[in-house]
Antibody
Framework: EVQLVESGGGLVKPGGSLRLSCAASGFTFTTAWMSWVRQAPGKGLEWVGRIKSKTDDGTADYAAPVKGRFTISRADSENTLYLQMNSLRTEDTAVYYC?????????????????WGQGTLVNVSS | DIQMTQSPSSLSASVGDRVTITCQASQDISNYLNWYQHKPRKAPKLLIYDASNLETGVPSRFSGSRSGTDFTFTISSLQPEDIATYFCQQYGNLPYTFGQGTKLEIK
């Protein structure tokens, strides 16, 4: 069974930092491309960024509102995805989800964004 | 960035009704569109991928179609458990973008 479990959310002051984690299991994490998506209170879903698998160069892409402040990384040996958030702003307050942008088994590939975690709440407030 | 214009923003319908939600992309995204169901305090659930493919395990009353840059999501016979917010998402171009959502309620 595929599981994505986010952690690390909480209350942080503007200008502060926070690191979110996403523990993955039940699929081949090392070859998966992973994304972070957030939802601010009362708003729609917003893509934050993604990281490719190391075999596909391991680079990350970001949405404009977070570029230069957020960094996505991965620890394949621990099946864990990270989101380092610096210089946090009140508008970064949201539930943050990790999701499987693309993943394959040895025999087939799966639909994009087919698995999502339950999310972790980040509250940026003074 | 590609804008996804989703309508309506809210919808009230009766059990058994046919429900239709649309998303229009601001430019060509081919079939790179997903539809999700999102309930409060739950993970978004993928229903339709590549515009018209039903995700494994999703009831057949859900369907999707494409005509150019216009995408349609349909529930053929609304059930009480379908109360949720529904989102479209394009993944044809970075940054990936979502529609604003349709909140579905039962009359």
């Amino acid at each position: 069974e595929v599981q994505l479990v986010e952690s690390g959310g909480g209350l942080v002051k503007p200008g502060g930092s926070l690191r979110l984690s996403c523990a993955a299991s039940g699929f081949t994490f090392t070859t998966a491309w992973m994304s972070w998506v957030r939802q601010a209170p009362g708003k729609g879903l917003e893509w934050v960024g993604r990281i490719k698998s190391k075999t596909d160069d391991g680079t990350a892409d970001y949405a404009a509102p977070v570029k230069g402040r957020f960094t996505i990384s991965r620890a394949d040996s621990e099946n864990t995805l990270y989101l380092q958030m610096n210089s946090l702003r009140t508008e970064d307050t949201a539930v943050y989800y990790c999701t499987t942008e693309a993943h394959c088994s040895s025999t087939s590939c799966y639909p994009p964004f087919d698995y999502w975690g339950q999310g972790t709440l980040v509250n940026v407030s003074s | 960035d590609i804008q996804m214009t989703q309508s309506p923003s809210s919808l009230s319908a009766s059990v058994g009704d046919r429900v239709t939600i649309t998303c229009q992309a601001s430019q060509d995204i081919s079939n790179y569109l997903n539809w999700y169901q999102h309930k409060p305090r739950k993970a978004p659930k993928l229903l339709i991928y590549d515009a018209s493919n039903l995700e494994t395990g999703v009831p057949s009353r859900f369907s999707g179609s494409r005509s150019g840059t216009d995408f349609t999501f349909t529930i053929s016979s609304l059930q009480p458990e379908d109360i949720a917010t529904y989102f479209c998402q394009q993944y044809g171009n970075l940054p990936y973008t979502f529609g604003q959502g349709t909140k579905l309620e039962i009359k």
